[in-house]
């Protein structure tokens, strides 16, 4: 899997995911700097601490730390399969 199919997934897996019922559209920002965060992270619960700031920081409303992990192992998982693929 090349990066541009990596960010595709992931992009499709961030917009699924909805976290304030806005619809797929309203997180472009957002996205952008959780695909950054991807690439800095490692550990789940470190990626998932920086998806709640991000999203918190621009909406002004709080995501539960375990909604945030769960997003967080799934990104991962395609890092994985895209480094390993690669």
């Excluded at 995911?17 to 991807?38: C, H, M, R, S």
């Excluded at 690439?39 to 995501?63: C, G, M, N, T």
């Amino acid at each position: 899997m090349n990066t541009k199919e990596m960010n595709f997934k992931l992009i499709t897996l961030l917009q699924e995911w909805d976290p304030f019922n806005k619809g797929e559209d309203a997180y472009d920002a957002e996205i952008t700097d959780v695909l950054q965060a991807v690439s800095d992270f490692h550990h789940p619960s470190d990626l998932a601490k920086r998806i709640q700031v991000i999203y918190e920081s621009a909406f002004e409303q709080w995501i539960p730390l375990q909604e945030c992990i769960r997003i967080s192992y799934k990104l991962l998982a395609v890092k994985m399969e895209a480094l390993y693929i690669l």
